[in-house]
């Protein structure tokens, strides 16, 4: 029934889970497994700076300011400041793409592991739900397996719930794993 099996995966315990039980489907369907991760572009946060200092010794990695005023020969003459058009981003990309490998690589032994034939791991950039339903789409995969973290249908609403986004949009069938 099931050929390809979507995962998203961010480490968390409720996507381990996910992870447990999308391994378990594809190993009886003999369906190919592709685990997903998507990197944000905010910055890091403090747990995400310690791991990246400690585990892959990336050193600097202070949190971006909200906003840098520069004030330079081509600024506006009746501003006094101009917003700096690039702030330095690329040292929190590439704390996350090692942090994301490492993870991935994890789950990708987990569900091997388990006896998942063909498993595929994918680091993609952008909203974890918009990853998630492109990569079903150009898959064409036949289920989506994702975690979610509890929150209510009002809470998932404020708060923009990854799951309830791509269980509404899906291409295909869904299970939310909570």
Known sequence: ???????????SAHARKALGIAGDLAKSHRAA?????ALSDAPLTKAERQLAETEYG???????P??????????D?????????ELPSNAALRARSEIAQ??????????????????????????????????????????????????????????????HKVTHLAPCSCLTVS
């Open 33 to 37: 497994l592709v685990i997903v991760h």
């Open 102 to 163: 490492a993870l991935l690589l994890d789950a990708q032994q987990c569900a091997l592991r388990q006896g998942v034939e063909t498993v595929e791991i994918r680091v993609e950039a952008g909203d974890p739900a918009r990853v998630i339903l492109d990569l079903a789409k150009g898959e064409k995969a036949d289920l989506i397996v994702i975690g979610s973290r509890g929150f209510s249908d009002l809470e998932g609403l404020v708060f923009g719930s990854t799951s």
């Open 1 to 11: 029934m099931f050929k390809r099996i979507i995962v998203g995966f961010d480490g």
């Open 77 to 85: 003459p009746r501003l006094p400041f101009t917003i700096a058009g």
């Open 66 to 75: 909200p906003v840098t005023l520069i004030k330079s020969a081509e600024s």
């Open 58 to 64: 990336m050193k600097g990695l202070a949190e971006r």
